[in-house]
């Protein structure tokens, strides 16, 4: 049985060992996301339509040209009696008739078309922050995610040293019962607790199976993708006062806010320019021709010409819609006002409250710490009296599971830190400086 154990266990490391890779960094998997995932894609996509928006071209400052041309024939015959007696009788007659027309225009001057040029620009940095609030919104998810393989990882290495511990408690208590100092009853013990650590290992496993290809999902590669990543954790010298200055300054949602009141303040704008008038050129080119059938008054004629002149629109009178809009154009800058003075508040709540979050786990990953020395000390006394015959199964197990549960919970306020300490940068502007 304990060598049935082992092969196994040796097996699946061997599994694991042969599909060991590079390690993958949290720098260049937020690279591979940059460039891959398709939100990102999609978004950029987005910005490739306001550019094109955001030119003269888009609001019609390119002159205009159109072409038309005709033709028809008839085919008729026409009896015609005049007052002397004689009379003029034309069967299948055959008449033809053709014209073509060449014509422009071009606007000199027209504010509101410049007015709103300038709009479109502003557009277009809109765009460029819905583009910065995808990337942020998909790189807060793949740290997310690389931190719970991180997690999970460590979770499988102690998962790992458990399970040896437990093949090698199985192994001795099967020698003491071979040489008559053991109890049946501790071999079948030792062995539950050998198929309990291995199912735990083989659970976890595949949940680190799964969040792998979650994670390569968000870096936008194939899902097969064998990764390892670094389970090492940095964490960055913050300050409250820092983080609060930046997100006055930096915060995304608060940019995107800002530059909506800009850009309906440009409506102000372009209801203003559209009292003023508009000045535009037209010229036009035409040739008509038309061939009658004999007998007819007129047998053939044609005309053609250039025809040229400027036309000046200017709406004295609306009836009142410009001065309607304009009111209900205030009263929408006045929301988004309100809106910036309610987000400036939530904002400020949630850095303060991810803060003292941040602080508390700072906190509790100091006292696990502490916690995994003391049960790492206990497991190695217990261990030592165990193999001295000093101390039982059951203590020798409860002292396991206890390095087992501090090592867990220590990975676990590792990482939960970091992720909180990535949330607060994320509400300062920092996430991807």
């Known amino acids: 049985m304990v060598k049935k154990h082992r092969f196994l266990f040796f097996i699946f490391f061997l599994a694991r060992a042969g599909f060991s890779q590079d390690i993958l960094t949290p720098e260049e998997a937020v690279n591979k996301t940059l460039e891959n995932n398709f939100g990102i894609k999609i978004a950029r996509q987005n910005i490739s339509i306001a550019t094109n928006n955001a030119t003269k071209t888009a609001v019609g400052y390119n002159p205009t040209v159109n072409a038309t041309a005709g033709a028809s024939a008839n085919v008729g015959s026409s009896t015609q009696k005049f007052g002397n007696g004689n009379e003029n009788v034309v069967n299948n007659a055959v008449s033809f008739a053709g014209n073509a027309n060449l014509s422009g225009s071009y606007t000199f001057y027209d504010e509101a078309r410049a007015t709103t040029l300038e709009q479109l620009k502003e557009v277009l940095n809109l765009s460029n922050l819905q583009l ?5 919104s998909n790189v807060l998810q793949l740290i997310s995610r690389y931190y719970e393989v991180a997690r999970l990882t460590a979770s499988v290495d102690v998962l790992e040293q458990t399970l040896q511990v437990s093949n090698r ?3 001795r208590v099967q020698y003491q019962y071979e040489y008559g100092q053991g109890l049946r009853l501790d071999i079948l013990n030792a062995e539950v607790d050998v198929q309990r650590d291995s199912i735990n290992l083989i659970n976890n496993q595949q949940l680190l199976d799964n969040s792998k290809r979650d994670l390569n999902v968000i870096m936008g590669v194939p899902i097969e993708n064998p990764i390892d990543v670094d389970t090492s954790v940095i964490y960055q010298g913050i300050s409250l006062e820092n983080l609060r200055a930046g997100m006055s300054e930096q915060n995304v949602d608060l ?6 009141v800009d850009i309906n303040r440009y409506d102000l704008k372009i209801i203003e320019a559209e009292r003023k008038p508009r000045i535009s050129a037209t010229g036009s080119y035409s040739y008509n021709q038309q061939k009658n059938p004999p007998g007819a008054f007129i047998t053939s004629s044609n005309n053609r010409g250039l025809n040229l ?9 609306d009836g009142g819609l410009r ?9 929408n800058l006045q929301t988004l006002q309100l809106q910036e003075e309610q987000l400036l508040q939530e904002l400020d709540r949630d850095l303060i409250n991810t ?3 941040y602080q508390n786990a700072l906190y509790v ?3 696990e710490r502490k916690n995994l020395s003391t049960s790492e000390l206990n497991f190695q006394r217990t261990e030592e009296q165990f193999n001295l015959g000093q101390s039982t199964s059951v203590e020798f197990r409860q002292a396991q599971l206890n390095l087992l549960n501090a090592a867990t919970n220590y990975n676990n306020a590792k990482y939960d830190a970091k992720v909180i300490e990535v949330s607060l940068l994320q509400l300062a502007g920092d996430l991807l400086q």
């Open 132 to 136: 910065r609030q995808t990337i942020e």
């Open 169 to 171: 408690r199985l192994e």
């Open 255 to 260: 940019l995107l806010l800002e530059k909506n």
């Open 309 to 317: 002149g400027v036309n000046l629109s200017w709406s004295l009178v």
């Open 323 to 331: 001065k309607l809009r304009e009111q209900n154009t205030e009263i």
């Open 355 to 357: 803060w003292e979050n």
């Open 365 to 367: 990953l100091e006292a």
